[in-house]
């Protein structure tokens, strides 16, 4: 019995401390993998912050230069009609201008470069609303008159302020195109450690059953053990499984893999949400109908050999955005779509789809902002240019006479 105590405490000895040091490694793994998500989690929604605060600055900035251009318009039409809306209309463009102004101190406080040019900016809008109070002052002291000569000015004013402006978009451009740079290599950098972290705990895991086979496979007492072993093993490998699921269903992101063959092997919740439907068994030419898978158009059917999971279940590596019909989302779900080969001898595919309808939006928003403030500048000019015309047959007429 001692023997036995003894040749059990020998095989127990190194067993325990390998178990010990695998547990020590696995919980400083788990401390390390933790705080590097966490880390990442919180660059991810500060890359975000600071890609929506560019689309407000970009936004803000747009309306300041029409609302300028609005005053300029309303104080030079007053001038020429003496009608009191049009007043009440520049009084209002001209407070609105000032709450611009501000708005943009406070947005870009963080920006040295576009502070100088708000710098330059404001001098500018004093000049054009000085201007625009000397034409309506004019027709306090004349009454109507058509300022023929003050259409140069008007134009010289107008053109610096939207150079300036310009000048300012283009900067806050350059910031966007840097920060969603920035914010996808976040994100990139968020799978690669939940992915490393779940391969690495597997991993773990591994060893520990291999060390465990080998040094319970002396003899027929250890074997016996093994059995037990084993099944407390099997039973934490599922458990690890059961968490690994449960890290891909709280994914933000949808999380799409498949074997070479197209036979999807995770599919996870997100992306069950996202594309309004389970993953079915389906060839993958029968995906685009199925799915409801459009160009971003939204009309054009997604080619089925160009899908970004098929390109990428044939070695490409591809980013795209599209968009799904999804049965639950009356507008459907714009995406973006980053698809890998599978490395090793399992092969296949990945894909992560990225929810970007609302980045989507934004960006037709300011198109239509942009559209809005053209065709007011357009139809401001035709204005100018009748007006024009018109002084100008008078002035004939009254040369005639």
Same mark, same amino acid.
């Given at each position: 019995?001692?023997?036995?105590?003894?040749?059990?405490?020998?095989?127990?000895?190194?067993?325990?401390?390998?178990?010990?040091?695998?547990?020590?490694?696995?919980?400083?793994?788990?401390?390390?993998?933790?705080?590097?998500?966490?880390?990442?989690?919180?660059?991810?929604?500060?890359?975000?912050?600071?890609?929506?605060?560019?689309?407000?600055?970009?936004?803000?900035?747009?309306?300041?230069?029409?609302?300028?251009?609005?005053?300029?318009?309303?104080?030079?039409?007053?001038?020429?009609?003496?009608?009191?809306?049009?007043?009440?209309?520049?009084?209002?463009?001209?407070?609105?201008?000032? +709450?611009?102004?501000? &708005?943009?101190?406070? #947005? !870009?406080?963080?920006?040295?470069?576009?502070?100088?040019? =708000? $710098? /330059?900016?404001?001098?500018?809008?004093?000049?054009?609303?000085?201007?625009?109070?000397?034409?309506?002052?004019?027709?306090?002291?004349?009454?109507?008159?058509?300022?023929?000569?003050?259409?140069?000015?008007?134009?010289?004013?107008?053109?610096?302020?939207?150079?300036?402006?310009?000048?300012?978009?283009?900067?806050?451009?350059?910031?966007?195109?840097?920060?969603? +740079?920035?914010?996808? &290599?976040?994100?990139? #950098? !968020?799978?690669?450690?939940?992915?490393?972290?779940?391969? =690495? $705990? /597997?991993?773990?895991?591994?060893?520990?059953?291999?060390?465990?086979?080998?040094?319970?496979?002396?003899?027929?007492?250890?074997?016996?053990?093994?059995?037990?072993?084993?099944?407390?093993?099997?039973?934490?490998?599922?458990?690890?499984?059961?968490?690994?699921?449960?890290?891909?269903?709280?994914?933000?992101?949808?999380?799409?893999?498949?074997?070479?063959?197209?036979?999807?092997?995770?599919?996870?919740?997100?992306? !069950?949400?996202?594309?309004?439907?389970?993953?079915?068994? =389906?060839?993958?030419?029968?995906?685009?109908?199925?799915?409801?898978?459009?160009?971003?158009?939204?009309?054009?059917?997604?080619?089925?050999?160009?899908?970004?999971?098929?390109?990428?279940?044939?070695?490409?590596?591809?980013?795209?955005?599209?968009?799904?019909?999804?049965?639950?989302?009356?507008?459907?779900?714009?995406?973006?779509?980053?698809?890998?080969?599978?490395?090793?001898?399992?092969?296949?595919?990945?894909?992560?789809?990225?929810?970007?309808?609302?980045?989507?939006?934004?960006?037709?928003?300011?198109?239509?902002?942009?559209?809005?403030?053209?065709?007011?500048?357009?139809?401001?000019?035709?204005?100018?240019?009748?007006?024009?015309?018109?002084?100008?047959?008078?002035?004939?007429?009254?040369?005639?006479?």
């Amino acid at each position: 019995m001692a023997e036995r105590k003894r040749f059990d405490a020998s095989l127990g000895g190194p067993l325990r401390h390998r178990v010990t040091g695998g547990l020590i490694v696995a919980v400083l793994l788990t401390v390390f993998l933790s705080f590097s998500s966490w880390r990442s989690a919180r660059r991810a929604e500060q890359d975000a912050y600071w890609v929506s605060h560019t689309y407000e600055v970009m936004a803000t900035i747009q309306l300041a230069s029409r609302h300028v251009i609005e005053a300029e318009t309303s104080a030079r039409a007053f001038a020429l009609t003496g009608q009191e809306p049009l007043l009440v209309h520049y009084q209002t463009a001209r407070k609105t201008i000032y +709450q611009d102004e501000d &708005a943009l101190r406070h #947005l !870009t406080a963080d920006n040295l470069s576009q502070q100088r040019r =708000l $710098e /330059v900016l404001e001098p500018q809008v004093r000049t054009a609303l000085e201007f625009a109070d000397s034409i309506i002052a004019k027709y306090r002291q004349l009454g109507p008159y058509p300022g023929g000569n003050d259409a140069l000015e008007i134009e010289r004013v107008i053109d610096a302020v939207r150079a300036t402006t310009r000048d300012m978009h283009a900067e806050e451009i350059r910031l966007l195109s840097q920060r969603t +740079q920035r914010a996808t &290599a976040g994100q990139r #950098l !968020t799978r690669i450690i939940a992915v490393a972290g779940v391969f =690495l $705990e /597997v991993g773990l895991w591994v060893l520990a059953f291999l060390v465990v086979i080998r040094e319970i496979d002396v003899n027929a007492r250890v074997r016996a053990q093994l059995d037990t072993v084993n099944t407390e093993l099997e039973q934490r490998v599922e458990q690890q499984t059961l968490m690994l699921q449960c890290v891909l269903d709280s994914m933000g992101e949808g999380l799409i893999a498949a074997d070479p063959e197209g036979h999807f092997l995770i599919w996870n919740d997100s992306a !069950t949400k996202l594309m309004g439907r389970e993953g079915s068994d =389906l060839p993958t030419e029968q995906w685009t109908p199925h799915y409801k898978v459009f160009l971003p158009d939204g009309i054009t059917p997604y080619p089925p050999d160009r899908l970004p999971l098929v390109r990428a279940l044939h070695g490409e590596s591809v980013q795209v955005e599209l968009m799904i019909e999804n049965p639950e989302r009356a507008n459907g779900v714009f995406l973006e779509v980053t698809a890998r080969p599978l490395k090793g001898n399992l092969g296949g595919g990945v894909a992560v789809l990225r929810d970007i309808t609302e980045r989507k939006a934004a960006e037709r928003e300011v198109q239509a902002l942009n559209q809005n403030l053209e065709a007011r500048v357009i139809e401001r000019t035709a204005e100018m240019k009748a007006a024009n015309k018109e002084l100008e047959a008078f002035t004939y007429s009254e040369i005639g006479r």
